[in-house]
Nanobody, 127 residues
Framework: QVQLAESGGGLVQAGGSLRLSCAASGGTFGAHAMAWFRQAPGKEREFVASISWSGRESIYADAVQGRFTVSRDNVKNTMALQMINLKPEDTAVYFC????????????????????WGQGTQVTVSS
């Protein structure tokens, strides 16, 4: 079972940038498609982006398309989310997630094929 730990959250002004990281331990990181989700106060958790096990394919939620970029390093067992042009509506707790072993990256957006979650990191964007 892979364990996940996010870092890199913080407070940033609108229009600014942040880079989140997700470090994996245990399991076989390269065998899992990975994803980022977020949850804003009073709202349900929502899909942000996912990436294939190889890192060659990725998909994004419409709300972040063109502003966020997901990447992974299967040697360092890490995944990153580069966020630019941040908006106040991006304020949320961001979670990294590992898909089940047989789940493709495009099957993670509902959260039902996620096998492991990180503890989350807070991102706050001020206007």
């Amino acid at each position: 079972q892979v364990q996940l730990a996010e870092s890199g959250g913080g407070l940033v002004q609108a229009g600014g940038s942040l880079r989140l990281s997700c470090a994996a331990s245990g399991g076989t990181f390269g065998a899992h498609a990975m994803a980022w989700f977020r949850q804003a106060p009073g709202k349900e958790r929502e899909f942000v982006a996912s990436i294939s096990w190889s890192g060659r394919e990725s998909i994004y939620a419409d709300a972040v398309q063109g502003r966020f970029t997901v990447s992974r390093d299967n040697v360092k067992n890490t995944m990153a989310l580069q966020m630019i042009n941040l908006k106040p509506e991006d304020t949320a707790v961001y979670f990294c997630a590992a898909g089940n072993r047989n789940s493709a990256y495009w099957q993670l957006n509902s959260g039902t094929n996620v096998g492991a979650w990180g503890q989350g990191t807070q991102v706050t964007v001020s206007s």
